[in-house]
């Protein structure tokens, strides 16, 4: 459907122009949406009451467009890590900075598995910048956790810890001044949500499997960025407060794989279908994403 019949069936005020130059996230995640930015903001309200945003990792959409939100932000993510570094930059930039600097002068292959192998601090900097760290150099800026111990357990990515560009800090900082940031569940975060609010969803993807057949077999896995992992009930539960939010008339957008099962949990909602380069490294054949992935930008009809 084209945007200006979206536009005009919905009811609400769309993007027809680009944002200013959407800020640089400070983390690089996976399955993170600063490529799909062009594709995902003409369909995100041009006027924001609050904004939501449940599956946080990155945040490339919030940053690309905070300066619609005419209230608060409400940041989550299950990853208590990737929460402290998201908190770090709002709160407590002076003391996170010299941490990042000494990461930095430490940097190496055995350095970061000594980091890797040890156990985050209860600071709540300190954590932040260990995270950093890890995140900034592991294979692919991947972040894994073991399902058993919660360590995070990705390898060495062979490249040099950059810190974070003093600009981006401040510039990010400044954003973060109307943002509540915690590390919650979606279904806890999501409650709140009301008319004139906006929902952005970028839930893991859940595994494609090479056999249908055999669920043991994924070619990727995207569901474990923290030892619980994001499974199909848990997307069936979020379709059910999608549906929720059309009939209350909060908007919302959800991006996803394009399948048939996720197709099928959002029968009265616009879907824009595309396909995306995908360029994750794998280190086992089972692992890899398709290098052409079909994508979808699902737009709820609140």
Known sequence: MPLSALSAS????????????????FIRWVGGKSRLLPRILPHIPVDIKDYYEPFLGGGAVFLACSGRIAGRAHLADLNEHLVAAWVAMRDFQEELRP????????????????????????????????????????????????SRTGAMNVPWGDRQFKGIDEVI????????????????????????????????????????????????????????????????????????????????????????????SVRSLFPDADIVQFTTHRSLAAQSKREVEAHQSPEAIIVGRG
Not at 10 to 25: L, N, R, V, W
Not at 137 to 146: G, I, K, T
Request: glycine content about 4%.
């Open 99 to 146: 941490l990042l600097d000494w990461y930095m002068q430490n940097d190496s292959k055995e350095f970061y598995y000594e980091t890797r192998a040890s156990v985050a601090s209860t600071s709540l900097v300190e954590k932040a910048a260990r995270f950093l760290y890890l995140n900034g150099v592991s294979w692919n800026h991947l972040w894994r956790e073991n």
């Open 169 to 260: 800090m401040k510039a990010v900082g400044t954003i973060l001044n109307k943002a509540d940031i915690v590390a919650e569940d979606f279904r806890t975060v999501l409650r709140d949500a009301g008319p004139g609010d906006f929902v952005y969803l970028d839930p893991p993807y859940l595994p494609v499997f090479s056999n249908p057949d055999v669920e043991k077999e994924p070619t990727a896995k995207f569901n474990k960025y923290t030892a619980k992992t994001f499974e199909m009930s848990d997307l069936i539960d979020l379709a059910d407060i999608c549906r929720e939010f059309s009939q209350r008339g909060v908007r919302w957008v959800m991006s996803n794989r394009d399948n048939e």
């Open 10 to 25: 919905s009811g609400t005020q769309y993007a027809m122009f680009p944002d200013s130059k959407p800020i640089k996230p």
